[in-house]
């Protein structure tokens, strides 16, 4: 089984400040892993994921995420947030199986409210 | 693109009252479609499974005679709650896999609030 842990439920930052919205997951086997972002009044959007590769992925919209296997990690970092950043984020995490990955069964962290203010 | 309607977006409803919720897909065929509820201030948590032409796979915990699901065409999943109660009150949302192309993807419906009073 899998486990997510958002370490922050709610993040206020001001205009054009850096953030970091921090994940931690476990899993006995290995994992695909996901960012969500769901705007307000909006459904989830799919923000960024690591399957393989380059341990550090980027979105079209600025942010990136790393993956850290060691520390079983995966922060999403921005370094100036907009208004238009907050929303609520979830990160998420899928396991690897020999068939190919199934990207429909997702397990979800408590998710973090990202606010940005003036 | 690809994406998934969930309707209604929210619903109020009565203890005792069932509530279906339609998942659809647009301008893809999901032969699998899955469901997940959030509860205030916790994760999206998975319910179950739905798979076109056959029964829903459920995850522990979940009353399949209380959350039924329908998959009967590659376009559209429903989920009833039966005889909603309080503690059903939650967030559902749906996704579906668009697995055409080289690339699958994930899109989510858009949610459905049930309050139950």
């Known amino acids: 089984a899998q486990s997510v842990t958002q370490l922050d439920s709610q993040v206020p930052v001001f205009e054009e400040a850096p953030v970091e919205l921090r994940c931690n997951y476990s899993s006995s086997v290995s994992v695909y892993l996901f960012w969500y972002v769901q705007y307000p009044n909006q459904g989830l959007q799919l923000l960024l994921k690591y399957l393989s590769g380059s341990t550090l992925v980027e979105s079209i919209n600025g942010f990136e995420a790393e993956f850290n296997k060691s520390q079983t990690s995966f922060h999403l970092r921005k370094p100036s947030v907009h208004i238009s950043d907050t929303a609520e984020y979830f990160c998420a995490v899928t396991p690897l199986n020999a068939g190919g990955t199934s990207y429909g069964k997702l397990t979800f962290g408590q998710g973090t409210i990202l606010t940005v203010h003036p | 693109g690809a994406v998934v309607s969930q309707h209604p977006s929210w619903v109020i409803c009565k203890s005792g009252t069932s509530v279906k919720i339609e998942c659809r897909s647009l301008d893809f065929q999901a032969t699998t479609m899955f469901w997940y509820r959030q509860f205030p201030k916790q994760s999206l948590m998975l319910m179950a499974t739905?798979?076109?032409?056959?029964?829903?796979?459920?995850e522990q915990g979940v009353e399949k005679d209380k959350f039924l699901i329908n998959h009967a065409s590659l376009t559209l999943s429903t989920l009833t709650v039966t005889s909603a109660h309080p503690e059903d009150s939650s967030f559902y949302i749906c996704s579906a896999n668009d697995r055409t192309g080289a690339n699958e993807k994930l899109f989510f419906g858009s949610g459905t609030q049930l309050s139950v009073l």
């Open positions: 739905s798979n076109e032409g056959s029964k829903a796979t459920y």
